[in-house]
């Protein structure tokens, strides 16, 4: 099983790991926008993935791995502008972007 | 799997380690661009140069950007007290350590079924069934958005839009009333 | 004819030259060498480029000023960029104690090579592009984008309010004017229907009647030519757009905290800049290393690439020796509220050139179309400001 390592296994191994490293720091970091840097780095590590497995899939005339990519870094483009002017306005509001102390649903 | 895929994987995942462990919240922003690079480095080494071209003009050029006014708007460089990890950091470490082995499990237990097309030349299969590297110009990308895949172009087209709107609006100031 | 060979070969110059010293070494290295060669071509020239842009602009400037600039060292002063350059070299690299060392550090080396990699794709002439990339056009706006993060890590870094101002106004400023760049680059991409820079030349590079198919010359690219014009001297923080830079406002900006070779670097950084996005504005409208009439074809493409760049240069520092300042919030709206409509209508006329066919009528319709549209939305800018009493709004 671990002789079989094909260029494909290395990028999935890469894309894994970047996925756990993005959700770790999510996971446990203070700072609001760390999380969402933490998400962002599971986005692209899932591009990774889509992009390995179009070019070494059956079928790579088709593109759908590389248009499934694309559009994949468009909506996280998307999500990464809506989620940073949420995080804005609660530090407007709470004065802090410290999510231990923003816990509480009491305004 | 040549010593250039090791370099840019170790770039990358180097870039985002240093983004996620980092003290400074603006150099943790500048180690997720070097995350970001390496991945562009990546998708060029798999011959997909116009998603490695909008992942850098994307999220170099635009998102890393946004991350960092975020930070300076929300006085994020300021070094925060009580430190940096959350108090139930472990619980958190677990949990994506958990995730991690699960998909290594998954990638390596799969790996002598992948399709044929991934395997590399060895004395059994012949280098002329390994995939030659796709040759994808500009121009098919654009038929196969305005053709095959038009109606998430569309939906797409809408989402930004409706994300356009929705971040000026949640983050704007609410207006002052007269005192 | 004789002279056919000769013309052929005066064109070619460069790309046999490269050929020959190439051809020293085994064949395994040959792909290799010749990479390596042209760059250091690039790397070579374009700062040498910039020293004489340097001291062109000072005597010009002064002369527009009515004053002769520098005259002192060399005759007529064309030796300046020397004693600069050996001035920048020798001084002191003072970086301020509350500094962060490491970013303050590699600001300007990212800068530089930001833009140093924007040079590869462009067709400096025949056959001489650095490498024929499909996606062309969509490199160099990427290297571009990537230049925004490197001012402002200089500007962060350097833990300075005058630099971290400047560095703000000048990344809200180059995003604002990259988005309308962006727009008036992809008129063209349209109807060259490649994003590849040596097929745009292709295909502006035929003659009707003596003229040339530059896209300067129709209706949709005059107007993208313009826009472009405006997008580039906000995005290389020339005058008029800069604010981000100016010394009567913000001492200097971002880069206020650095002296001696960074200093030189980020000055460097800003003129290759320039170069590169002139040769990506010759190359997109004006035909690149094209001739501008079929009977002048013999004069060699690469002459006439560099000229069409140095003419683009004469039009910046004529500009920054011309006019005023804009504010900050005047060129904001000026991208927004302007520039931005007149591209996205470009396309739309663009389309309606192609899809009316040769003739005369396409010429009317669009020319009246964009002319009409200029006149209403200047007039909608014009309107008086109303100034209120002023309202303050303090940082939370």
Redesign the interface.
Known sequence: MIGQITPLTGYLLVAALLFSIGLAGALTRRNAILVLIGIELMLNAANLNLIAFWRYGPHPELLTGMIFAIFSIAVAAAEAAVGLGLVIQIHRHARTTDLDAINRMKG | ?SLI?YLL?AL??AG??A??LLKN??????A??V??AG?AL??LN??????G?????????????????????????ET?Q????????L???T???A??AV??WA???S??R??R????ATAATPASTV?P??A??????GR??TGR?VL?LEI?AV??TV??I???I??M?EK?EAK | MIARPLIETSDQVFVLLKEWLVGFLPASWQPAAGVVLCVAAIVGLFPVLFALTTVLERKGLGRIQNRIGPNRVGPLGLLQPLADGIKSLTKEDIVPASADRVVHFLAPLVLVVAVFMGFAVVPMGRNMVLVDVDAGLLFYFAMGTSTELAIFMAGWSSRNKYSLLGAMRAVAQMISYEVALLLSSVVVVMMAGSLSLTKIVAAQNQYTWGLPHWYIFTPWGLAGFLMYAIATTAETNRSPFDLPEGESELVAGYHTEYSGFKFALFFLGEYLAMFSISGLGATLFLGGWSAPFSFLTWIPSWIWFFSKLMLSIFVFIWLRGTLPRLRQDQLMNFAWKFVLPMTLLNLLVAALWRFLGEGWERWVFCTVILVVAYVVMGRMEMRREHFGPRSYRYAE
């Open positions: 799997m895929f994987a990358t995942v985002a380690l983004a996620m919240t603006v150099h943790c922003a500048l997720l661009t995350a970001f991945l990546l998708f798999l011959d997909a140069q116009f998603a071209f909008a992942q850098i003009l994307v999220y170099i050029g635009a998102v890393a950007i946004l991350v960092v006014f975020a930070i300076l708007l929300t006085r994020g460089s925060p009580g430190g940096v990890f959350s108090r139930s950091w619980a958190g470490l949990a994506a350590a995730v991690f998909f290594a990638v390596a237990a790996a002598p992948l399709p097309a991934a395997a590399p995939s590297a796709p994808v110009t500009v121009e098919q990308i196969a958005l895949y998430p797409v989402l930004l994300a356009l929705g971040a000026v949640v983050a100031h002052v």
